[in-house]
């Protein structure tokens, strides 16, 4: 194993980001990645400092032909165990997170727009655009709306099952073959551009996806027209558009940050999110839920939207809350 190699290995081991790393080390990023790619090789005084950082001796860091000493009788029995990832088999989790990346994205977008007919249909009946009865209106666009449901269900499932043999990236300490972790940061920071100007994007069609509805309020005045339906969709149109693309480049970045073992998936973030694993589910089952019965039971399709952007942002304070309690 070659002192790139070394590097690597005993940052992961110790579940460092190259970041943390250099910060430890008092150099640049860049520089611990060279180091990791083998374009250069730390100097003398730097070596010494990752022999102490990292407890081993400088002979192994050094001489190649030397092999990682074994882990020490005390070390924790209940440690996760590390598994090994070739360059085959990142390849392979990197094809199928970007089939998953349009086809989840895909699904949220139908889902967003699953109640648009419903909306539409039943506001042209009510003002005689469409020679349809209450009931045939509400019966079409509840169809529709559960057809598109459905669709973006099979496409959740299908996903996970696409992906579903490298759930272990999420939860276990991971160790990459020679070439999988510069593969990876190169991969990554060619999608960097692409990533940034869909984020953008995303955020900004979110935002200005209100606008058809003030426009509606400007041009027919706050009571009832078919006009401010119309607005509705729109919005949802709007909005469905920019969460796609932010799910959609989401997904592929947390890829790339799963293999690379940093952000969220480093080893601390996975330890972390193993042991939230079940708020998570629950957390998201009752928005899901709370969006359903306020769109259903408050026929408040124009506005249940909001419980999303909303829960996104709660999310944060209140994993933190339960976390500090955990603890």
């Given at each position: 194993?070659?002192?790139?190699?070394?590097?690597?290995?005993?940052?992961?081991?110790?579940?460092?980001?190259?970041?943390?790393?250099?910060?430890?080390?008092?150099?640049?990023?860049?520089?611990?990645?060279?180091?990791?790619?083998?374009?250069?090789?730390?100097?003398?005084?730097?070596?010494?400092?990752?022999?102490?950082?990292?407890?081993?001796?400088?002979?192994?860091?050094?001489?190649?032909?030397?092999?990682?000493?074994?882990?020490?009788?005390?070390?924790?029995?209940?440690?996760?165990?590390?598994?090994?990832?070739?360059?085959?088999?990142?390849?392979?989790?990197?094809?199928?997170?970007?089939?998953?990346?349009?086809?989840?994205?895909?699904?949220?977008?139908?889902?967003?727009?699953?109640?648009?007919?419903?909306?539409?249909?039943?506001?042209?009946?009510?003002?005689?655009?469409?020679?349809?009865?209450?009931?045939?209106?509400?019966?079409?666009?509840?169809?529709?709306?559960?057809?598109?449901?459905?669709?973006?269900?099979?496409?959740?499932v299908t996903s996970g099952l696409r992906t579903?043999?490298?759930?272990?990236?999420?939860?276990?300490?991971?160790?990459?073959?020679?070439?999988?972790?510069?593969?990876?940061?190169?991969?990554?920071?060619?999608?960097?551009?692409?990533?940034?100007?869909?984020?953008?994007?995303?955020?900004?069609?979110?935002?200005?996806?209100?606008?058809?509805?003030?426009?509606?309020?400007?041009?027919?005045?706050?009571?009832?027209?078919?006009?401010?339906?119309?607005?509705?969709?729109?919005?949802?149109?709007?909005?469905?558009?920019?969460?796609?693309?932010?799910?959609?480049?989401?997904?592929?970045?947390?890829?790339?940050?799963?293999?690379?073992?940093?952000?969220?998936?480093?080893?601390?973030?996975?330890?972390?999110?193993?042991?939230?694993?079940?708020?998570?589910?629950?957390?998201?089952?009752?928005?899901?839920?709370?969006?359903?019965?306020?769109?259903?039971?408050?026929?408040?399709?124009?506005?249940?939207?909001?419980?999303?952007?909303?829960?996104?942002?709660?999310?944060?304070?209140?994993?933190?809350?339960?976390?500090?309690?955990?603890?």
């Amino acid at each position: 194993m070659i002192l790139a190699d070394k590097i690597i290995d005993l940052r992961k081991k110790n579940g460092w980001s190259q970041e943390e790393l250099a910060e430890k080390l008092g150099v640049s990023r860049q520089a611990v990645s060279k180091w990791e790619g083998a374009q250069s090789v730390p100097d003398m005084a730097r070596v010494l400092q990752m022999s102490e950082l990292f407890g081993v001796s400088t002979d192994y860091l050094l001489k190649d032909s030397l092999e990682m000493a074994e882990p020490a009788e005390d070390a924790p029995s209940d440690s996760l165990p590390i598994r090994t990832v070739g360059m085959e088999e990142a390849n392979a989790f990197l094809a199928a997170r970007e089939v998953n990346a349009r086809h989840i994205a895909l699904g949220v977008l139908l889902c967003i727009l699953s109640p648009v007919c419903l909306i539409l249909l039943c506001g042209a009946q009510e003002f005689d655009y469409v020679p349809l009865s209450e009931a045939g209106a509400a019966g079409i666009g509840v169809a529709v709306l559960l057809l598109m449901v459905g669709g973006a269900v099979a496409l959740f499932v299908t996903s996970g099952l696409r992906t579903g043999r490298y759930e272990y990236l999420d939860a276990l300490p991971i160790d990459t073959l020679y070439g999988v972790d510069g593969m990876a940061r190169e991969r990554r920071e060619q999608f960097r551009p692409t990533r940034d100007r869909q984020l953008t994007l995303g955020i900004v069609l979110c935002v200005l996806a209100v606008i058809p509805v003030f426009l509606s309020l400007v041009l027919y005045g706050e009571g009832d027209h078919f006009g401010h339906l119309v607005a509705v969709a729109l919005l949802l149109v709007l909005a469905g558009i920019g969460v796609l693309l932010i799910v959609r480049s989401s997904i592929l970045w947390g890829s790339y940050q799963r293999l690379l073992e940093e952000g969220d998936y480093s080893r601390a973030g996975k330890e972390a999110s193993r042991v939230a694993a079940p708020f998570n589910s629950i957390y998201w089952g009752l928005v899901t839920a709370g969006f359903l019965a306020w769109g259903f039971l408050g026929n408040a399709w124009d506005r249940c939207w909001m419980v999303w952007p909303v829960a996104a942002v709660a999310y944060g304070a209140i994993y933190g809350i339960v976390r500090a309690l955990r603890h």
